[in-house]
């Protein structure tokens, strides 16, 4: 006869009794807490890219406005600039009348 394998001396595991059905229920519980915080994030996720909708609109509104004033700007300063430019001729054209230049003098130079 073949001799057994393992020690004969070895301690026996007690049969320990399992109660499956508080462990089912405790998963249970678990799981359903999980999803719960599962819908809870996906809501403020909505809220979240709703908020950031709203955002973005209003930065392009205020990007629209921006233009619209620095095209403004741009207009104002230029028709200060040519104003100046039109004060400046006339006080030439002052100084050179003054001087005793005739119009038709002046405005051969001016060509």
Avoid at 39 to 48: F, M, P, R, V, W
Wanted: aromatic share 0%; hydrophobic share 40%; no cysteine.
């Amino acid at each position: 006869m073949p001799r057994p394998k393992g020690s004969k001396n070895k301690k026996k595991a007690a049969t320990v009794n399992v109660d499956y059905a508080t462990q089912i229920s405790e998963k249970q519980a678990a799981k359903a807490d999980l999803i719960q915080q599962i819908e809870s994030k996906t809501e403020e996720l909505a809220a979240l890219k709703t908020e950031l909708k709203t955002l973005n609109a209003q930065v392009k509104l205020l990007d629209k406005e921006i233009a619209k004033l620095e095209t403004a700007q741009a207009a104002h300063e230029a028709a200060e600039a040519e104003a100046a430019q039109k004060a400046e001729l006339e006080e030439v054209l002052k100084k050179l009348m003054a001087d005793g230049m005739s119009t038709q003098e002046i405005m051969d130079k001016l060509k």
